[in-house]
C-alpha cells in the first residue's frame, strides 16, 4: 500500500489527470520505435517550435513570437486503424508536458461530444427542477469541458467515430472547439480515419478547409501494428 505522499511524488498522477490511455503512460516521442520518419520529423518539428504555437493567456507583446504562422497550430494524424495514431498523439503530448510543462489533456472525440450533451441536460434538469444532484453533474462536466477548451495541448482522438445527429451537432461542436482553440493560441492534435479531402461529409466544407489552417496534416501510412503483419 502506497502512502498518500509517494502517490502525489509518483508521475502517474499525471498522466492520470491527462487522461491519457494507461498504456501510453510516460512514453514520450522517444519512446516509440519503428516511427516512420516523415512523422517523426514532423512530430519533432511541432515539438521543437511548441513556444511559436502556444500562447499562454497572461502572455505580453514581447512574448509573442516574431513568426506568427504557427500560433494556434496543431496536428491531424490521419490513417487507417492500427497505423499508431493514439500512440503517437499521446507520445507527443507526454513529450510536451515533460519537456515545457504545459498541461495536456486526452480526450476522445465522441466522450467530448457526450459530455456537451449530459451537461445541457443536468443543467435542463438542475434549472427545472433545483435537484442537488443534477447540479453537482453538471458543474463537474462544466469544468471538463472548460479544461478542454482552454487546455494549452488536447488531443481530440477519433475524431468522425462519434454519432452524427441529423441537427449536425457534432459538427458544430468540432467547428467551435477548434476554431476557438486556434483563435487563443492553443494547438490541438487530432487523429482520425479520415483523409482531410473527406471532412466535408463528416462535417462540412469550411470546416474542412479551416482544418488545413489549424493543423499540420500527418498521414499515418504503412503496416497495421494491431496486427502485427
Ligand atoms: N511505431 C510503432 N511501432 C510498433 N508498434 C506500434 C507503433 N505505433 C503503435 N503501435 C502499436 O500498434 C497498436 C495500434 O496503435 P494505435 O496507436 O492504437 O493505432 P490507431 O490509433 O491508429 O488505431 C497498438 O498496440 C500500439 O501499441
Ligand atoms: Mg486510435
Redesign the pocket.
Known amino acids: 500500500m502506497q502512502t498518500a505522499e509517494a502517490q502525489t511524488r509518483d508521475e502517474s498522477l499525471v498522466w492520470r489527470t491527462a487522461r491519457i490511455p494507461v498504456?501510453h503512460w510516460g512514453r514520450g516521442i522517444e519512446d516509440?520505435?519503428?516511427?516512420?520518419p516523415e512523422v517523426q520529423r514532423t512530430v519533432e518539428h511541432f515539438i521543437a517550435t511548441w513556444r511559436q504555437r502556444y500562447v499562454p493567456l497572461d502572455a505580453t507583446m514581447a512574448q509573442l513570437p516574431e513568426d506568427r504562422s504557427l500560433v494556434g497550430k496543431g496536428l491531424l494524424?490521419f490513417?487507417?486503424?492500427?497505423?499508431?495514431?493514439?500512440?503517437?498523439?499521446?507520445a507527443v503530448a507526454t513529450t510536451i508536458r515533460r519537456r515545457f510543462g504545459a498541461v495536456v489533456f486526452f480526450v476522445p472525440f465522441a466522450d467530448y461530444v457526450q459530455a456537451l450533451i449530459d451537461h445541457r441536460n443536468w443543467r435542463d434538469l438542475y434549472q427545472a427542477t433545483g435537484d442537488e444532484f443534477a447540479r453537482e453533474k453538471f458543474m463537474a462536466l462544466q469544468k471538463l469541458l472548460d479544461k478542454v477548451l482552454t487546455c494549452p495541448l488536447v488531443v481530440l482522438?477519433?475524431m468522425g467515430k462519434e454519432h452524427h445527429t441529423s441537427s449536425g451537432f457534432a459538427a458544430d461542436v468540432f467547428d467551435a472547439l477548434i476554431r476557438g482553440r486556434h483563435r487563443n493560441g492553443r494547438p490541438t492534435i487530432l487523429?482520425s480515419n479520415n483523409k482531410p479531402g473527406d471532412w466535408d461529409k463528416t462535417y462540412n466544407l469550411s470546416m474542412q478547409s479551416f482544418l488545413t489552417e489549424a493543423c499540420e496534416v500527418v498521414p499515418?501510412a504503412g503496416r497495421?501494428?494491431?496486427r502485427g503483419a
Open positions: 498504456k516509440i520505435d519503428q516511427m516512420h494524424l490513417g487507417n486503424a492500427g497505423t499508431g495514431k493514439t500512440t503517437t498523439a499521446s482522438d477519433d487523429t499515418m497495421d501494428h494491431r
